[in-house]
């Protein structure tokens, strides 16, 4: 077969990469680079404003956790269900982060907040679980309620890493056929260690450099990326030092495999997000390349003399998929195949 003309496929309509080139496979997660926290009913409105300004370039996660006031966990759920499903959501990309299971209400919040908002609800964080069970038994009540509220689709599930026996449990828990993200809790692991990790590990440097921490990011990642699953990397405390946030972001990138990021102040989601973007020439290929895939039928095709086939397109879908999820300009052709 010529890898130099493809065959005349005209009367055929095309097939797009996710028909082709995931059959029979979990497909990697297309999320926003940056996981923006927000508490209070003000914050959160602020952070739906500045999305709708912005674009679904960063999800919102509403945090039930440490975000309610003493004795209001109840109030703060139907808050959060009621702005889930206001239209000020335009982008349908807005999750929750429920009590963690030691906490007498973290049923409560997934009763109230998938019944009144689960068809709209981007996902559901888990904190502080301590064990693989420990994601079973809530990811057991998040289909229960799913189910009570009528909903056919399976709610994502992101699951915080901050303990020894979660990191320990950690490639179990990837495998979960709801993971969508693994997230790394550096404060409260660090924390857990009764002061065998110094505090300077809760920020840069030490937060790359110390090895039981290290150790975690590479595990997490690991565990994530085998399993289909974005591996998504903590907090940096700095607020408003640009360059600073940048670089957390860029070695989390670089360094560690991480694809996405918390933010906890609007200053951190545009550095961050830079920062995760594909590299532009690889983008521009990555067009061209999936193009001329598609117009041969995902058959082999060559580029700049380079033989191309389903396991370079995969790559270059889901770079595409990364660069369109962090708001990348991209051709009105590639546009218009892939992403209308």
């Not at 937060?207 to 975690?216: K, T, Y």
């Amino acid at each position: 077969m010529s890898l130099s003309h493809p065959p005349d496929r005209s009367d055929k309509p095309m097939r797009h990469p996710s028909q082709v080139l995931f059959a029979g496979e979990k497909p990697f997660p297309m999320i926003p680079a940056v996981d923006h926290y927000a508490g209070s009913e003000k914050l959160i409105n602020k952070a739906l404003q500045l999305q709708n300004e912005l674009g679904p370039i960063f999800d919102i996660t509403c945090d039930c956790e440490d975000g309610a006031p003493a004795g209001a966990d109840r109030e703060h759920a139907t808050m959060v269900a009621e702005l889930i499903m206001s239209d000020a959501n335009r982008h349908g990309r807005v999750g929750v982060r429920i009590h963690d299971i030691a906490h007498h209400g973290w049923q409560e919040d997934i009763e109230i907040i998938v019944a009144r908002a689960g068809q709209r609800l981007a996902f559901v964080t888990l904190p502080k679980v301590s064990c693989g069970q420990d994601v079973r038994i809530q990811l057991d009540a998040l289909r229960c309620a799913a189910a009570a509220a009528g909903l056919e689709r399976q709610i994502p599930a992101h699951v915080l890493i901050e303990t020894y026996g979660a990191l320990r449990d950690v490639w179990e828990i990837a495998a979960l056929a709801e993971v969508e993200s693994l997230d790394f809790g550096l404060m409260d692991f660090v924390s857990g260690h009764h002061g065998a990790i110094p505090a300077s590990a809760m920020r840069s440097p030490g937060q790359f450099e110390h090895p039981l921490i290290v150790r975690a990011k590479c595990e997490i990642s690991a565990a994530a990326l085998a399993n289909g699953a974005v591996p998504s990397h903590n907090v940096t405390t700095e607020l408003r030092d640009l360059d600073f946030i940048r670089n957390d972001a860029r070695r989390a990138r670089n360094e560690f495999g991480y694809l996405r990021m918390w933010s906890i102040h609007p200053n951190q989601i545009l550095p961050i997000v830079e920062m995760m973007r594909p590299d532009f020439s690889e983008v521009e290929s990555a067009v061209a390349i999936l193009i001329a895939a598609q117009d041969s039928d995902w058959g082999p095709i060559q580029h700049q003399g380079l033989l191309h086939d389903r396991a370079s397109y995969r790559y270059y879908w889901e770079l595409l998929g990364r660069a369109q999820a962090t708001g990348m300009a991209l051709p009105g052709e590639a546009q218009r195949r892939f992403f209308a």
